[in-house]
């Protein structure tokens, strides 16, 4: 990806790649980022303030359990055609048929959100303006028709 003008920041687990969000410097620069896991529903959170360079480095993670949820979001400010600050956030809620994790997946969301509310109330006060937030993930869930 580097060598197409790509930069990342993943959320590793053991078992390799939980999520990530990529982007192109030359049309989106970075702001800074956080990254989240909730266990069951006790979290601990990494905030990490822009690097000098412009390679964004993942931090290492702990041993992830199956009622963990992971989130990474990232601010922008986009540059062309236009100067405007956005958020990207992406998750990965708890897989798995049984329906006695629908109440965990509930709780995920829930947290989730507002964890997206409290970042996106520090990069206003940051950046002084109201971010467009975009949220993107897998969020296992069945459709209901």
């Known amino acids: 990806m580097e060598a197409q003008g790509y930069s990342g920041i993943p959320i590793e687990n053991k078992e390799g790649y939980e999520c990530a969000i990529f982007f192109k410097p030359k049309f989106a620069e970075f ?27 993942s931090e290492s993670s702990d041993v ?30 708890k897989s798995g048929k049984p329906d006695r994790w629908d109440d965990l997946k509930l709780a995920q969301v829930k947290t989730l959100m507002t964890e997206l509310a409290s970042f996106k109330e520090i990069i206003s006060a940051l950046t002084n303006c109201s971010p467009s937030v975009i949220l993107a993930g897998d969020f296992n869930s069945k459709p209901y028709v």
């Open 31 to 57: 702001i800074t980022y956080q990254t989240t896991r909730i266990q069951g529903y006790t979290k601990y959170e990494n905030l990490c303030v822009a690097p000098s360079s412009s390679t964004v480095s």
């Open 64 to 93: 992830v359990n199956a009622e963990e949820l992971s989130v990474v979001m990232v601010a922008f400010k986009i540059l062309k055609p236009f100067n405007h600050v956005v958020i990207i956030a992406s998750s990965h809620l």
